[in-house]
Structure formats: C-alpha cells, structure tokens
C-alpha cells in the first residue's frame, strides 16, 4: 500500500476479502434505497461511507461508495474515495491478478474524480504510483523473510489488527536495518493506537534509516498540528521540504501548515528584468530594458546577469562539468550570475551612483550577505537544470535551506 494512502485516511481495513464478496452480492442484489431516497439520502449515504473510512472500517465503506459512484459520478469526492477503498480492498485479496485489478479499478476511479474537478495532492500522487495497467506489487525488502514480514503486516492492518501489524513491521526492522517502510509503518500503528510520543520514536528510527524522504517528517507533524503545536509543527514540514522540495505532498504539508497558522507562503520578490534565450549552436541572446541602464537606482547592475549567464553557456560550463556532455542551467551558474549582480551594486554603492537602491536588488543583495543566495535560487529560480544539483547541495548546506524556508518563505517575508 502506498504510504500517501496510509496518510489519506489512517483507518485501518476491517472486513477480510470473504465478508467482503458476501457484501457486494447482497448489494449488487438487492434495491439500491439511495435512488429511492433522492438527494438527502445521497448525502447521508456519503457521509457515513466518510465516516467508516475515519473508523478504519473501508471494506464497510466500499459496497456504500460503489452506489453512490454509480448514482453520480460526477462526485469527485466519492469517485476519490471509492478509489481509496478499492485499493485498501487490494491489500486484502491473494489472488495477484486480483490485486492489479482492483488497483485498475482504483486508478479509474480516482482518474474521474480528477476529470470532475477533485483537486488533491494525496490523490495526484498515488496516481503518480499506479501505472494504467495496474503496475507490480509492491516489494519492500530484497531479504525475502524481511518482505514477508512486511506483507504480514500489511494484511494485519488492513483488516484492523493493529497489534499484529505493529510486530510485524518491527520484525521486518529487525530482518532489515536499512528498511525506512518498516519503522514508518509502525510509527503509523502506534499513532493509530493514540501513542504519539511512541509513534514519534519510530519516526525518527526512520528519518535516521533515511533523513532525504519527506515521509517521516511530514507524519510527525501531524499529531502536532492536531494538539495546536503550530511552531513544532512547522519545522517538522520545513525538513520535509527540505528532505524533497519536488514532492507535492511535502508542498502539500507546508500548505497545510500556512492555512492553519494564517500565514502566507511566499518567497522574495525579486524581478529580473534580464531575459536570456535558451543557448542555441552555441549562442545565447541577452535581451536588457533598456530603461535599466540610466536609471540611478543601481538596476544597471543587471546586465551584469546576462554577461555571468552568456559566459557560463559558451564557455564556463564545458570547463567546470567536463563530465556532462551537454550544457544545463546550473545552480553555480545562476548564483554566479546574481553574485555579480551584487557585486556591481556594491560597486555603485561605494561609488555613490545610486540614489535609492531598487527594491528587487536590495533583497538580493540581503540574501546574498545572509548567505541564503543558493537556498533562494533552488527554492524559487528552480529549473529542471537547476534541480539536478539540489541533492549535492543540500549534503552540506542543510541548515541555509532550512533557515531559507524559515526566515522567508513561512515568514512571508516578501
């Protein structure tokens, strides 16, 4: 099971696959009361079948969400949560086929609900997770006793048995060190059965097995946020973001945090008014406003850009990535560029030819002086060129990316 699922909705899946069949002849049986009961039934029926899933009950919620998916489906919401069930109905089928078929069923689903205006970022993620053929199960360990373990454990929890699924994943931990599903998982069951301090243990097991995944982070946060603990909660998403800054569902957690604590996400506003063309056999064209190169605000300065990103494209690149045969937008080269941006405006500065410092420029020039030039470029100048170095920067350069998302990005600092 995808663990954006897990987080969807935490409930467990109580009914094991028999009760379940004997639940879908006795509905597809018998008269549908939602038809007969028009629109208030519809919602009722809607409601309860939300509230089972809450109640670790998904199996009871599927036969509910089947109907109402076929009275309309046009209801995001349903079409989204019929999705959910029919994969936590995966989890309790041996047959493999039978498995996959269902995942079909679960992806189509969730497909439609995208296709009717459902907007979610869990849903879009597992939808990122399942491919249109319903794609393998899923192999958690290459030690076969460790990924037995962790199938036991999944089988346990979708049919509700917390305490089994719970020994079952620190089995797989013990069989395999390195598993980082193993210690999340069982956090998970510890958080289920309302121990959070215990479920935080495990969740830091997990971040230590592996401190790039967002997972663990974003997990943690979540009993925070529920006691009120918005600032906890807040670093908690930061690492996530920090962790994979790429992931919608680390975006997602930081968002969820701003709504809460009323806070507007933004980074810096600074404008380029330089315009550099993608390179073309071996040319790159630099488009200035011309308007920049009198003023007596130091936005001269920004020629400076497109000369640093013109060299770096015919010449600097080849030089300092002679292992990559083809030239990308680099983070060295845009921090580079900037760098000479303020370098030029510090010149001016000392040589007072600028009045009053364009706005755009002197957060710049604060952002390269608090060394946080780099956290802002892989942050909010972010490229596909540019998120190919994120990973070796982050190696070293932790604290600045989370002092980067701190100070400003959650700060609204503008």
Same mark, same amino acid.
């Given at each position: 099971?995808?663990?954006?699922?897990?987080?969807?909705?935490?409930?467990? &899946?109580?009914?094991?696959?028999?009760?379940?069949?004997?639940?879908?002849?006795?509905?597809?049986? !018998?008269?549908?009361?939602?038809?007969?009961?028009?629109?208030?039934?519809?919602?009722?029926?809607?409601?309860?079948?939300?509230?089972?899933?809450? $109640?670790?009950?998904?199996?009871?919620?599927?036969?509910?969400?089947?109907?109402?998916?076929?009275?309309?489906?046009? *209801?995001?919401?349903?079409?989204?949560?019929?999705?959910?069930?029919?994969?936590?109905?995966?989890?309790?089928?041996?047959?493999?086929?039978?498995?996959?078929?269902?995942?079909?069923?679960?992806?189509?689903?969730?497909?439609?609900?995208?296709?009717?205006?459902?907007?979610?970022?869990?849903?879009?993620?597992?939808?990122?997770?399942?491919?249109?053929?319903?794609?393998?199960?899923?192999?958690?360990?290459?030690?076969?006793?460790? *990924?037995?373990?962790?199938?036991?454990?999944?089988?346990?929890?979708?049919?509700?048995?917390?305490?089994?699924?719970?020994?079952?994943?620190?089995?797989?931990?013990?069989? *395999?060190? %390195?598993?980082?599903?193993?210690?999340?998982?069982?956090?998970?069951?510890?958080? %289920?059965?309302?121990?959070? &301090? %215990?479920?935080?243990?495990?969740?830091?097991?997990?971040?230590?097995?592996?401190?790039?995944?967002?997972?663990?982070?974003?997990?943690?946060?979540?009993?925070?946020? /529920?006691?009120?603990?918005?600032?906890?909660?807040?670093?908690?998403?930061?690492?996530?973001?920090?962790? /994979?800054?790429? $992931?919608?569902?680390?975006?997602?957690?930081?968002?969820?945090?701003? /709504?809460?604590?009323?806070? /507007?996400?933004?980074?810096?506003?600074?404008?380029?008014?330089?315009?550099?063309?993608?390179?073309? @056999? $071996?040319?790159?064209?630099?488009?200035?406003?011309?308007?920049?190169?009198?003023?007596? *605000?130091?936005?001269?300065?920004? !020629?400076?850009?497109?000369?640093?990103?013109?060299?770096?494209? =015919?010449?600097?690149?080849?030089?300092?990535?002679?292992?990559?045969k083809q030239y990308r937008h680099t983070l060295r080269e845009e921090a580079d560029a900037l760098r000479s941006v303020v370098e030029s405006v510090k010149t001016q500065t000392k040589d007072k030819k600028i009045k009053t410092?364009?706005?755009?420029?002197?957060?710049?020039?604060?952002?390269?002086?608090?060394?946080?030039?780099?956290?802002?470029?892989? &942050?909010?100048?972010? @490229?596909?060129?540019?998120?190919?170095?994120?990973?070796?920067?982050?190696? =070293?350069?932790?604290?600045?990316?989370?002092?980067?998302?701190?100070?400003?990005?959650?700060?609204?600092?503008?």
């Amino acid at each position: 099971m995808p663990a954006t699922l897990r987080r969807a909705r935490r409930g467990s &899946f109580a009914a094991p696959v028999t009760i379940f069949c004997v639940m879908l002849i006795a509905t597809a049986a !018998m008269p549908s009361r939602l038809f007969a009961q028009g629109a208030a039934n519809y919602e009722a029926e809607k409601q309860r079948a939300i509230q089972l899933l809450e $109640n670790a009950k998904a199996m009871e919620a599927l036969p509910i969400l089947e109907r109402l998916s076929n009275s309309n489906p046009e *209801d995001g919401q349903v079409m989204f949560y019929f999705g959910f069930a029919l994969l936590a109905q995966a989890q309790t089928l041996t047959d493999t086929n039978a498995r996959k078929q269902s995942r079909i069923r679960a992806r189509a689903a969730m497909l439609k609900a995208k296709e009717s205006g459902y907007k979610s970022a869990v849903m879009d993620s597992i939808l990122e997770t399942i491919p249109a053929d319903g794609g393998e199960d899923t192999k958690y360990s290459a030690n076969p006793q460790a *990924d037995a373990a962790m199938r036991e454990g999944e089988s346990a929890f979708v049919k509700g048995d917390l305490d089994t699924a719970l020994a079952a994943y620190q089995r797989a931990l013990t069989l *395999d060190p %390195k598993l980082y599903a193993a210690a999340l998982f069982a956090g998970d069951m510890y958080f %289920k059965k309302g121990q959070s &301090f %215990k479920a935080a243990e495990w969740y830091e097991r997990a971040i230590a097995i592996d401190p790039d995944r967002e997972t663990a982070y974003r997990y943690s946060a979540s009993p925070l946020m /529920e006691a009120g603990k918005l600032e906890e909660a807040r670093g908690r998403y930061v690492e996530a973001f920090v962790a /994979e800054p790429f $992931n919608r569902l680390a975006r997602a957690g930081l968002i969820r945090w701003a /709504e809460a604590a009323r806070v /507007e996400l933004a980074h810096p506003q600074i404008d380029v008014p330089t315009d550099v063309t993608p390179l073309k @056999d $071996n040319k790159m064209t630099i488009n200035i406003n011309p308007g920049a190169l009198d003023a007596e *605000d130091g936005s001269s300065a920004w !020629m400076m850009y497109g000369i640093s990103r013109a060299s770096w494209a =015919t010449q600097k690149f080849a030089k300092e990535f002679p292992g990559e045969k083809q030239y990308r937008h680099t983070l060295r080269e845009e921090a580079d560029a900037l760098r000479s941006v303020v370098e030029s405006v510090k010149t001016q500065t000392k040589d007072k030819k600028i009045k009053t410092l364009n706005p755009s420029l002197a957060r710049l020039v604060k952002l390269h002086d608090e060394g946080l030039l780099e956290a802002y470029i892989l &942050f909010a100048r972010v @490229d596909q060129g540019i998120a190919q170095d994120y990973a070796e920067y982050r190696k =070293t350069n932790r604290d600045k990316l989370r002092r980067y998302l701190i100070e400003y990005v959650t700060a609204g600092k503008r």
